[in-house]
């Protein structure tokens, strides 16, 4: 039991840009130390691997209230006002502002990141309750996307694993 | 500190086996250190990536994070995780004598 691997699996639930990249970072890292990596992509997790959806991710500055000027250089702690992040382009503007700043720490775009993981070897799963409900296929997903699979079979495969629901 | 003798040369060590001079290193030190990872031989391509690290550890003081080495070495990431199976990340940083990977991608 001693030379079995560590192994992690990630639950991907949410779409919004911010919320894409908790997986792929701590599963690339996961990867690059030995442990085993599964993730499993459900509900608005899926447009990560839709290959219509992964390359326009959004962060929403509505009802964020993380989301301060200072993002954007303004000193302080000065929150974007709500009734602002409704203004047409706030949300376009907030997700450029983050691809632009991810991408100064040369971090890869979603696309990018699910092909880096697939080809280190993470085993990339999408929700077949939500595939059907969507009427998606396995045609709408990138290639290392490795099948379809239900709720169970996932808790199947992830025995002895520690599971990340995200 | 720890100590660690390879091939003949005896080096600082950290806990967790990283060697803490990078001048300390020889190319037959990685060859043993290599072996303890469970790579018997270094290849060609191995020392490709190997020597890659080299360059950009002395030059940055810091060992380059996997996809600094995919995009740096051009070795695909397929590749780069055949060569050092299971956690290439700490076996490289070791097997050039850098310290841990900082850096998360």
């Known amino acids: 039991m001693a030379d079995e691997p560590r192994k992690i699996a990630f639950i991907c639930s949410k779409g919004n840009l911010d919320m894409a990249y908790p997986a792929l970072i701590m599963g690339w890292a996961a990867l690059g130390n030995g442990v085993d990596v599964t993730i499993f992509f459900t509900f608005w997790g899926l447009d990560l691997i839709n290959k219509a959806r992964v390359d326009h991710l959004e962060i929403p500055p509505v009802a964020n209230t993380s989301m301060k000027m200072s993002m954007m250089g303004i000193p302080g702690n000065l929150g974007i006002p709500n009734i602002m992040g409704v203004l047409p382009g706030m949300t376009a503007f907030a997700t450029a502002l983050m691809k632009k700043k991810m991408n100064e720490l040369g971090v890869p775009p979603v696309r990018e990141y699910i092909q880096m993981l697939a080809d280190a070897g993470a085993k990339l799963y999408a929700c077949k309750m939500t595939v059907d409900m969507m009427g998606l296929k396995k045609e709408d997903f990138l290639d290392g996307v490795q099948d379809i699979v239900t709720a169970s079979d996932f808790i199947d495969m992830t025995e002895g694993a520690q599971i990340i629901f995200i | ?105």
């Open chain 2, 1 to 105: 500190m720890p100590t660690r003798t390879y091939a003949g040369k005896t080096v600082e060590v950290n806990e967790e086996g990283f060697m803490l001079n990078p001048a300390d290193w020889t190319k037959e030190i990685a060859v043993e250190i290599a072996k303890e990872e469970g790579i018997e031989t270094l290849t060609e391509a191995h020392w490709k990536v190997i020597d890659f690290c080299r360059q950009a550890g002395l030059a940055s003081g810091k060992a380059p994070t996997l996809r600094t080495i995919t995009t740096g070495a051009g070795v695909p990431t397929k590749e780069l995780f055949t060569l050092f199976p299971k956690g290439p990340a700490k076996k490289v940083a070791r097997i050039a004598g850098l310290g841990k990977p900082e850096g998360c991608v």
